[in-house]
């Protein structure tokens, strides 16, 4: 197998810069942003896009598994630095540096929670600011459950303004837009830069009162990247102070809506606004396909290879040992009821992201099926023939290796291909924390409401799972002996 | 020579063996009898190494049997366990060699005595390629009993090597055992729990009953001299329906 260098692991090089982004099209579209100024500006770059969340991306960036992120000053307030209780938005800067991160100076659009109604509506009403509502007690709201339930939503907004609304709901995003759009709610919760806003002709109410925290796009990035690539840097910085709402908003309709390449639009924007001409990557269906199908390869064939090393013997030891066998089946029993988001994200801290955790989470989940199917297919071997083998006089080791293992071949092997159509599925979350995959498309499928995209991850997929049954299905005729195989005539 | 000295075994609660002392004479063969249950795989299962004494000392070949020399004497004797134990996996000629080839014994060696072999148990050379599924019951006796010979042990142990089939069968091979026996000059300990097999092959006899034996002697003797009524009934009951109808 021929393995793009790029795979093997994040290396912590020296040169280059590592650009990560959020698995949403706003944060995608920045990173998409941040990778062609760096490249503009003579930078190798890696770009990891759609990582899972939050902590994985501040826990690579401290790490320096990437060099620079898009982020917003509310979420390192309020989520990343919430033990420091920052009150000043001027302390951000020497917290952070104390940590090594740099933050930049905002791009210039405020990505907060709005308040919003349909343009016509709120024109009619002479609606600008959230207070305007007090005026009209019988509005009716439609709101997200998150936003019920958050310490800055509903109810201490309804406090803060003293809205006397009582028809307020709680209900889904897309529903919520549907309503607007029907009539049945007109009111309703956003973020100030949805694409929505401008597909559905909405305006976001002023938040008079500054309820809201302030959610400013800036890029967080590693002191180092200075001293390591200066003039990349420069151009990425360009960025700072250039992105109104506005642009944002257009840029987020244009992904979401018209379906346009993230590339594309960064790239546009770029020009546009700042006079630099970058280069896009193309990145047609086939280069895709290829690409995640090295990627999943990989991530199956080294993992399942090590867990097969691994558990064919752990399994043999449970069998041989009884109070060994009780501890290892435990253990791999145990790790196998870890939810594998959560072994991925575990993962992080100890192996930062890419290839390496999802192997090592991958191999993991893979013990128990081998582990358990080696053990019971010992075991369940009849005592005559264990004792017959004995009582011939041969030695343990050419006991285990000509009787034994060759009669529990065909439970080793049904534990194998369980264990590697399991690997295959699990394999797709690896693209959360950097690993690529089939599960990249699915990922952006999923943020840009794409089916033909999920399915561009999916199919192959499932048809690797297939492939993978087929080929331990053939394999049987070679693994399993002949006179094991005939009782089924 | 084999010899239990005090030998007891004990399964959780149930006396498989109370302490007894047997000894089995060179170049004799010895029938275990007895109801189900009774001991008599207990006893092989000692001698092999199966299974550890709870009291007492198992000599085989003039040595006591221990975890250093078990698997050297184990080569020196062959044992047909009650189900057979072929493997699965292997073919018949397979089966027969495994231990032989492990052992790196020269191959011109080793064909030879399959052809032996082969001939002495009756065994159709052009089955010895099928896997122990696609022969016949009978078929898979003589294939554990050419496994127990091929390293040509000195000492004998079959148990129950004749169960399960039928009476025409087990008639001819009970010919052809006695008269393998008899030519090779083997050490023999064969469990039966069928009287007329016993009398057929035993020079001598050791009746077995709840893991205590009840006597020791040839079939004339339990015939004549019972020592227990036990003996009696246990010989009566196994006279033939047939007798008793016609
Ligand atoms: N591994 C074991 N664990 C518990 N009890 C056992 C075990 N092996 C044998 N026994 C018991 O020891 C006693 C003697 O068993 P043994 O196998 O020697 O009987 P047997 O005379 O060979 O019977 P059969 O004619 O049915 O084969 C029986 O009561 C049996 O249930
Ligand atoms: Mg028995």
């Given at each position: 197998m021929i393995l793009h260098p790029s795979l093997i692991t994040i290396a912590n090089s020296?040169?280059?810069?590592?650009?990560?982004?959020?698995?949403?099209?706003?944060?995608?579209?920045?990173?998409?942003?941040?990778?062609?100024?760096?490249?503009?500006?003579?930078?190798?770059?890696?770009?990891?896009?759609?990582?899972?969340?939050?902590?994985?991306?501040?826990?690579?960036?401290?790490?320096?598994?990437?060099?620079?992120?898009?982020?917003?000053?509310?979420?390192?307030?309020?989520?990343?630095?919430?033990?420091?209780?920052?009150?000043?938005?001027?302390?951000?800067?020497?917290v952070l540096a104390a940590k090594g991160i740099i933050m930049s100076d905002p791009l210039g659009f405020n990505n907060t929670y709005a308040i919003g109604m349909k343009e016509e509506v709120a024109e009619r009403l002479k609606i600008k600011k959230i207070s305007d509502l007090l005026k009209y007690p019988d509005l009716k709201f439609g709101l997200t459950s998150e936003f019920m339930n958050r310490g800055d939503g509903w109810p201490s907004l309804q406090k803060r303004y003293k809205l006397p609304q009582k028809n307020v709901r709680g209900i889904d995003h897309d529903l919520a837009y549907r309503g607007l759009e029907g009539g049945g709610i007109e009111v309703i919760d956003l973020y100030s830069t949805d694409a929505e806003i401008d597909y559905y002709n909405l305006r976001a109410l002023e938040d008079d009162l500054n309820h809201f925290s302030n959610y400013n796009a800036v890029l967080l990035y590693r002191s180092n990247l200075k001293e390591i690539e200066p003039e990349a840097l420069n151009e990425i910085l360009n960025l700072q102070g250039q992105i109104s709402e506005n642009d944002m908003i257009k840029m987020n309709a244009l992904v979401k809506i018209d379906g346009e390449p993230e590339s594309e639009v960064a790239s546009d924007f770029v020009r546009k606004k700042l006079s630099i001409t970058t280069q896009?990557?193309?990145?047609?269906?086939?280069?895709?396909?290829?690409?995640?199908?090295?990627?999943?390869?990989?991530?199956?064939?080294?993992?399942?290879?090590?867990?097969?090393?691994?558990?064919?013997?752990?399994?043999?030891?449970?069998?041989?040992?009884?109070?060994?066998?009780?501890?290892?089946?435990?253990?791999?029993?145990?790790?196998?009821?870890?939810?594998?988001?959560?072994?991925?994200?575990?993962?992080?801290?100890?192996?930062?992201?890419?290839?390496?955790?999802?192997?090592?989470?991958?191999?993991?989940y893979s013990l128990l099926p081998i582990v358990r199917n080696t053990y019971t297919g010992l075991h369940d071997i009849p005592s005559h023939i264990r004792e017959s083998a004995e009582a011939l006089g041969l030695s343990a080791f050419a006991k285990l290796r000509l009787i034994e293992l060759p009669i529990a071949s065909r439970s080793i092997l049904a534990g194998i291909k369980t264990s590697a159509v399991i690997n295959v599925g699990t394999a797709t979350l690896g693209a959360l924390i950097g690993a690529g995959g089939y599960g990249q498309p699915i990922l952006t499928g999923i943020r840009l409401d794409n089916i033909s995209l999920i399915l561009q991850g999916a199919i192959p997929a499932a048809v690797l799972a297939l492939l993978v049954q087929g080929l331990f299905d053939l394999s049987e005729n070679f693994i399993v002996p002949k006179g094991l195989r005939l009782k089924e005539e | 020579?084999?010899?239990?000295?005090?030998?007891?075994?004990?399964?959780?609660?149930?006396?498989?063996?109370?302490?007894?002392?047997?000894?089995?004479?060179?170049?004799?063969?010895?029938?275990?009898?007895?109801?189900?249950?009774?001991?008599?795989?207990?006893?092989?299962?000692?001698?092999?190494?199966?299974?550890?004494?709870?009291?007492?000392?198992?000599?085989?070949?003039?040595?006591?049997?221990?975890?250093?020399?078990?698997?050297?004497?184990?080569?020196?004797?062959?044992?047909?366990?009650?189900?057979?134990?072929?493997?699965?996996?292997?073919?018949?000629?397979?089966?027969?060699?495994?231990?032989?080839?492990?052992?790196?014994?020269?191959?011109?060696?080793?064909?030879?005595?399959?052809?032996?072999?082969?001939?002495?148990?009756?065994?159709?050379?052009?089955?010895?390629?099928?896997?122990?599924?696609?022969?016949?019951?009978?078929?898979?006796?003589?294939?554990?009993?050419m496994r127990a010979l091929m390293l040509n042990p000195d000492i004998l142990l079959l148990d129950e090597p004749l169960g399960a089939l039928d009476p025409l069968v087990r008639f001819e091979l009970q010919n052809d055992l006695r008269?393998?026996?008899?030519?090779?000059?083997?050490?023999?300990?064969?469990?039966?729990?069928?009287?007329?097999?016993?009398?057929f092959f035993g020079d001598k006899i050791v009746l077995l009953k709840d893991g205590q034996i009840v006597q020791l002697g040839n079939i004339t003797d339990l015939v004549n001299n019972p020592s227990d009524p036990f003996v009696t009934s246990f010989i009566n009951a196994q006279r033939t329906r047939l007798e008793s109808i016609i």
């Amino acid at each position: 197998m021929i393995l793009h260098p790029s795979l093997i692991t994040i290396a912590n090089s020296e040169n280059g810069v590592k650009v990560g982004s959020k698995k949403f099209t706003e944060s995608v579209i920045l990173g998409e942003m941040v990778s062609q100024l760096a490249r503009s500006g003579g930078a190798d770059v890696r770009y990891l896009k759609e990582l899972g969340g939050t902590r994985v991306l501040w826990n690579s960036l401290l790490r320096g598994d990437i060099d620079i992120y898009p982020e917003y000053t509310g979420t390192i307030v309020e989520e990343i630095l919430a033990n420091e209780k920052i009150k000043v938005d001027k302390e951000l800067k020497s917290v952070l540096a104390a940590k090594g991160i740099i933050m930049s100076d905002p791009l210039g659009f405020n990505n907060t929670y709005a308040i919003g109604m349909k343009e016509e509506v709120a024109e009619r009403l002479k609606i600008k600011k959230i207070s305007d509502l007090l005026k009209y007690p019988d509005l009716k709201f439609g709101l997200t459950s998150e936003f019920m339930n958050r310490g800055d939503g509903w109810p201490s907004l309804q406090k803060r303004y003293k809205l006397p609304q009582k028809n307020v709901r709680g209900i889904d995003h897309d529903l919520a837009y549907r309503g607007l759009e029907g009539g049945g709610i007109e009111v309703i919760d956003l973020y100030s830069t949805d694409a929505e806003i401008d597909y559905y002709n909405l305006r976001a109410l002023e938040d008079d009162l500054n309820h809201f925290s302030n959610y400013n796009a800036v890029l967080l990035y590693r002191s180092n990247l200075k001293e390591i690539e200066p003039e990349a840097l420069n151009e990425i910085l360009n960025l700072q102070g250039q992105i109104s709402e506005n642009d944002m908003i257009k840029m987020n309709a244009l992904v979401k809506i018209d379906g346009e390449p993230e590339s594309e639009v960064a790239s546009d924007f770029v020009r546009k606004k700042l006079s630099i001409t970058t280069q896009p990557k193309k990145d047609t269906f086939l280069n895709r396909l290829g690409r995640n199908t090295l990627q999943h390869l990989f991530l199956v064939v080294v993992s399942l290879s090590a867990a097969i090393i691994i558990s064919i013997p752990l399994g043999i030891w449970a069998y041989k040992s009884e109070k060994m066998g009780k501890a290892i089946l435990g253990v791999v029993g145990i790790i196998q009821t870890i939810p594998s988001l959560a072994l991925l994200v575990f993962m992080i801290p100890l192996l930062g992201i890419g290839a390496t955790p999802a192997i090592v989470a991958l191999f993991l989940y893979s013990l128990l099926p081998i582990v358990r199917n080696t053990y019971t297919g010992l075991h369940d071997i009849p005592s005559h023939i264990r004792e017959s083998a004995e009582a011939l006089g041969l030695s343990a080791f050419a006991k285990l290796r000509l009787i034994e293992l060759p009669i529990a071949s065909r439970s080793i092997l049904a534990g194998i291909k369980t264990s590697a159509v399991i690997n295959v599925g699990t394999a797709t979350l690896g693209a959360l924390i950097g690993a690529g995959g089939y599960g990249q498309p699915i990922l952006t499928g999923i943020r840009l409401d794409n089916i033909s995209l999920i399915l561009q991850g999916a199919i192959p997929a499932a048809v690797l799972a297939l492939l993978v049954q087929g080929l331990f299905d053939l394999s049987e005729n070679f693994i399993v002996p002949k006179g094991l195989r005939l009782k089924e005539e | 020579m084999i010899k239990l000295e005090k030998v007891s075994k004990e399964f959780g609660s149930t006396t498989a063996l109370y302490q007894t002392t047997l000894e089995f004479l060179p170049q004799s063969t010895t029938v275990i009898i007895g109801p189900s249950g009774c001991g008599k795989s207990t006893i092989l299962r000692l001698i092999i190494g199966l299974i550890k004494p709870d009291g007492g000392v198992v000599y085989v070949e003039g040595e006591v049997l221990d975890e250093d020399n078990l698997n050297f004497l184990r080569h020196k004797m062959g044992y047909v366990i009650q189900e057979g134990g072929l493997f699965p996996h292997l073919t018949a000629k397979e089966n027969v060699l495994l231990m032989a080839k492990c052992l790196g014994n020269g191959r011109t060696e080793i064909e030879d005595r399959m052809v032996e072999l082969c001939k002495l148990t009756k065994f159709p050379v052009d089955a010895l390629d099928r896997y122990p599924v696609q022969i016949s019951g009978g078929q898979r006796q003589r294939v554990s009993l050419m496994r127990a010979l091929m390293l040509n042990p000195d000492i004998l142990l079959l148990d129950e090597p004749l169960g399960a089939l039928d009476p025409l069968v087990r008639f001819e091979l009970q010919n052809d055992l006695r008269e393998i026996f008899q030519r090779l000059g083997k050490t023999v300990i064969m469990v039966t729990h069928d009287i007329g097999e016993a009398g057929f092959f035993g020079d001598k006899i050791v009746l077995l009953k709840d893991g205590q034996i009840v006597q020791l002697g040839n079939i004339t003797d339990l015939v004549n001299n019972p020592s227990d009524p036990f003996v009696t009934s246990f010989i009566n009951a196994q006279r033939t329906r047939l007798e008793s109808i016609i």
